[in-house]
């Protein structure tokens, strides 16, 4: 026997596991009573030529393979029971398919294998790589890592799961920080190349679908190049091997999360490990190769003298056959978490149970042509296929073992972390399940869990922080959707969700608050009485009001006086009540805007201003055909009376409530709600209807008070000792710049300012006027009745003034 090299106790134990368990059914008077079950071991050495020489070793019976013939005709092959990789499983598979032979896989885990067009004849007892790859995504995507590093071997194990992995990662929020190749055959180049770019990526969590001993060489140099602070995500192909339990990848590894086949129970087991003995076992090729490495001692070979055996030997302890594994802690004897050995012992049980029901087809019952059943100890490799497919039973330990359609038993994995205590003692601890029976698949007892470096607290890996409520994600360009910049949503438009992709607009009378995370309702803003601005000039107007009707009763009190009887006394009546009325139309502009006021505002306001305006012309005409004349052969005199001035007012102000008549019928003004003046508020105002039909209405009474201005200056400095064309024209020259002020401030105010400044601009008028005509009259009525006089009016008399 050549030496070996290098001993494997947990791949040893799998070889007495199927040994085990063909003891337990060989002395089991339930299962294959009459039959007796024998087996062969071929080792492939993890080389797929060596798999392969050993699959038609079995086929033919023979040390020298011969396709297509079979030697051994006294023993039937049941099945064939292996290989542990996938690598090495897919050519057996391939080849054991050609002829329907029933190979169990216990470690061949490639999603590729459930394929039964490529191979018919394939089953295993270990869940597929596509399970064990959407659990590992969902763990990934349970914790919040989104930006992921992965290692994956140059194998269809590593390749194909990782792929399965970047496709699950692709439907999620996940990104790739780095993929990257673990090479078969050893390659310092390619090693040192993955070192730079696991430094290079801030990504916190990796992940690694591989086997132990092709991602051992990674491992090796990563612990050397002391790159710590990861946290790395294990598939069963490695994370429980012993090869990664070692002092030196405890600072690299400590807190490792993975997925484990579900750890089963296997009664009697460590009994009959501890049974294990050479003399017991003398066909076993391995067992002395074991008990020297165990036990640390060398057997004698018989054939060496016994004073080269002296030389040899000395110093050296020998064994001596009365050594006891029952006083060992090694790894070939811990059956606390058996996962691959337990899924070696399931596979017998597979190849029995079917064989069971096969041997117990009732003639006229059985499932091929003319319901025939098979010959007991002649059956085709095909036939036993058909029943190890429809297996059903439960084992020993409870567990219930069956196959879907593609030949894979349902998925339950253990998820585990590791632990590394204060003595550097590594431990598994099971923290989680995932089973794709049940929903939801995947359970995390996150309190167990002890992250890399000792922490508790879960650890970051993300490309991007998360854009809390009010800021949406912005991709950057040339970067993964992982990578992104959180923007504060725009006025209007609101997040209420963590690392959303879009705003969305408030509704319609809502608007966004200033951290953008929620909508509130907008403020309904207009010139209320209850507004200190509404109620101020509510005040001013219903006071103001209130002077033009006292001097219409002083008027009326002292009609007959020279001075109240000048310039048409019925006129100045007419005026005096439409001032009160214009400082009165003002109030129609405070409140709640509806439909009537909205009707009556501008409407009022044109035709009542116009209406003191006319007034104000009639006079000023008066004054002039007056005077003129008194000069001798006039033909004005006939103008002289109230005719004119009575037409003048009639025809000025009929022609302005004509306009109004015609803008109220056919587009009137209407109240709105609008929302575009101030984002958090909503204007009620009323819209004008016809734009062109408002300001045809100032048009007309700026005409009317041009008119009036430009009579009344050339009447000026006409002689008369109470010319009233002069108090006309500093009123007009009030009322004209009030309301040229007035088409500025009104343009560039919004809201309840615009109707403040109309207002201001109506009472402020209506004052000038008042104040300019009236306030003089009134002086010389109630304080200089001296200068109220005919004589004075016309210039006999003078008064000491």
Not at 419 to 426: D, I, K, P
Not at 604 to 619: D, E, N, P, Q, Y
Request: with cysteine.
């Amino acid at each position: 026997m050549a030496p070996v090299i290098r001993f494997r106790f947990y791949i040893y134990q799998y070889v007495h596991a199927m040994i085990f368990a063909i003891d337990e059914i060989n002395n089991s008077p339930s299962l294959l009573s009459n039959t007796t079950l024998g087996f062969e071991i071929y080792d492939s050495c993890g080389i797929s030529t060596r798999a392969i020489e050993g699959a038609m070793r079995l086929m033919t019976g023979l040390y020298q393979q011969i396709p297509n013939y079979r030697c051994e005709m006294q023993k039937s092959l049941a099945a064939v029971i292996g290989d542990a990789a996938s690598r090495n499983s897919i050519p057996i598979a391939q080849l054991l398919g050609l002829f329907g032979q029933p190979q169990i896989s216990y470690g061949s885990t490639v999603a590729m294998l459930s394929n039964k067009i490529q191979f018919p004849s394939f089953l295993r007892t270990a869940p597929s790589d596509r399970f064990q790859s959407i659990g590992l995504t969902q763990l990934l995507i349970y914790f919040g890592w989104t930006w992921v590093g992965i290692l994956a071997e140059e194998s269809d194990y590593g390749q194909q799961g990782s792929q399965i992995i970047k496709e699950e990662l692709m439907k999620s929020e996940a990104c790739i920080a780095f993929f990257e190749s673990i090479p078969v055959i050893y390659s310092a180049t390619k090693i040192h190349r993955i070192i730079n770019v696991i430094k290079g990526s801030f990504a916190n969590v990796i992940l690694a679908f591989s086997t132990d001993d092709i991602l051992n060489p990674v491992m090796e140099e990563i612990a050397k190049s002391n790159i710590t602070g990861k946290t790395w995500i294990a598939s069963e192909g490695w994370y429980s091997s012993p090869i990664f339990s070692q002092t030196s990848f405890h600072k690299t590894l400590q807190g490792t999360i993975g997925f484990l086949y579900h750890k089963g129970e296997m009664p009697g087991f460590r009994r009959y490990l501890d049974s294990i003995h050479p003399l017991i076992f003398p066909d076993d090729i391995f067992v002395k190769t074991f008990w020297e490495i165990a036990f640390g001692c060398m057997w004698l070979s018989a054939n060496l003298s016994q004073i080269t055996k002296t030389s040899l030997y000395e110093g050296i302890k020998l064994c001596s056959g009365k050594e006891t594994l029952k006083d060992l802690n090694i790894p070939f004897l811990d059956v606390s978490s058996l996962t691959t050995t337990y899924n070696v012992y399931q596979a017998v049980y597979v190849a029995v149970h079917a064989l069971h029901d096969m041997f117990s087809c009732s003639f006229g019952n059985g499932p091929f042509q003319n319901r025939s059943c098979t010959e007991n100890h002649n059956f085709k490799a095909w036939q036993l296929l058909y029943y190890m497919k429809k297996v059903y039973f439960r084992n020993m330990a409870g567990d219930i073992i069956f196959f879907d359609v593609n030949g894979d038993p349902p998925a339950l994995y253990d998820v585990v972390n590791w632990h590394v205590n204060q003595e550097g003692l590594s431990r598994y601890e099971v923290v989680g399940r995932y089973d794709t029976s049940t929903s939801p698949n995947l359970f995390i007892n996150e309190s167990q869990i002890m992250w890399n470096g000792g922490h508790t607290q879960v650890p970051q890996s993300v490309c991007s922080g998360s854009c809390h409520p009010g800021y949406r994600r912005s991709s950057r360009q040339g970067q993964p959707r992982c990578c992104y910049d959180c923007i504060l949503c725009p006025e209007g438009e609101v997040t209420n969700q963590t690392d959303s992709d879009n705003c969305w607009r408030c509704p319609e009378d809502y608007w966004s608050n200033t951290v953008r995370d929620g909508c509130f309702t907008r403020v309904e803003e207009f010139l209320s009485y209850n507004d200190a601005m509404g109620s101020v000039l509510a005040f001013i107007a219903a006071v103001n009001a209130l002077l033009p009707a006292t001097v219409l009763l002083i008027f009326l009190r002292y009609r007959d006086t020279p001075i109240v009887k000048a310039n048409n006394r019925n006129i100045s009546y007419l005026l005096l009540f439409a001032l009160t009325l214009c400082f009165l139309c003002s109030l129609i502009f405070i409140g709640h805007p509806v439909r009537i006021t909205c009707l009556l505002r501008q409407a009022t306001f044109g035709i009542v201003f116009s209406l003191c305006v006319s007034c104000l012309l009639a006079k000023t005409v008066t004054v002039v055909i007056a005077f003129n004349a008194t000069k001798p052969n006039s033909s004005l005199k006939k103008w002289v009376g109230p005719i004119l001035p009575n037409a003048i007012v009639l025809v000025c102000t009929m022609f302005q409530v004509i306009l109004c008549i015609l803008w109220l019928n056919i587009s009137p003004p209407f109240p709105i709600r609008n929302r575009n003046v101030q984002h958090d508020k909503i204007i009620i105002e009323c819209d004008e209807g016809s734009v062109i039909a408002f300001w045809c209405l100032l048009g007309y009474m700026g005409l009317l008070a041009s008119v009036s201005f430009v009579v009344a200056f050339l009447a000026r400095k006409l002689p008369d000792t109470f010319n009233e064309a002069q108090f006309i024209t500093f009123s007009m020259l009030i009322f004209v710049s009030v309301w040229l002020s007035f088409i500025p401030a009104y343009l560039s105010t919004k809201g309840k300012y615009m109707v403040a400044v109309e207002i201001f601009a109506i009472l402020s008028s209506s004052a000038g006027l008042f104040i300019c005509i009236f306030l003089p009259k009134c002086y010389v009525i109630l304080l200089r009745p001296e200068m109220n006089t005919r004589e004075y009016l016309m210039g006999k008399v003078t008064v000491n003034k």
